[in-house]
């Protein structure tokens, strides 16, 4: 965490403690002590998908910690980090499946062929334009 002070010190803050109920972080980068011998787990990084995320502890309502310097330069260090450089983001395909008998399984082969896909969503478009043209005669 470049150009963030070692230790770094916030004067006045809220206290929290273990036990805290998360996932093993993927590394720990910071870890609070307070007066009274209590350590909290207070920056932790986190990998989900193509996704990044930061925890971080300081902070709260009653105490001015983000004017802190320190705590202001890993916030930007945090956010530096998470960015995440992906070639082309591209929409997923959605396919359909056959869900008559959806508790047991039955008549289920595994994902459509996109082609099969786009074929079925095609016929259920049709469907629902001859059940709207027939909607409209009976009116």
């Not at 011998?37 to 986190?46: K, L, M, N, Q």
């Not at 004017?67 to 082309?88: D, L, M, Q, Y």
Request: overall charge negative; some cysteine; proline content about 6%.
């Amino acid at each position: 965490m470049g150009g963030v002070p070692q230790p770094m010190i916030i004067d006045e803050d809220e206290m929290y403690g273990e036990f805290f109920d998360i996932p093993a972080p993927d590394e720990l980068v910071f870890i609070s002590s307070f007066s009274g011998g209590e350590v909290f787990r207070s920056g932790c990084t986190f990998k989900r998908g193509h996704g990044k995320v930061f925890y971080f502890r300081p902070g709260d309502q009653e105490y001015p910690t983000y004017f802190h310097a320190g705590v202001r330069k890993v916030i930007s260090n945090a956010v530096e980090w998470a960015v995440t450089v992906r070639p082309e983001r591209t929409a997923p395909v959605l396919l359909r499946y056959d869900t008559e008998d959806f508790y047991n399984g039955h008549g289920y082969q595994g994902a459509l062929k996109p082609e099969a896909a786009e074929a079925q969503a095609g016929g259920a478009q049709e469907a629902e334009l001859q059940g709207a043209e027939l909607q409209g005669a009976e009116q």
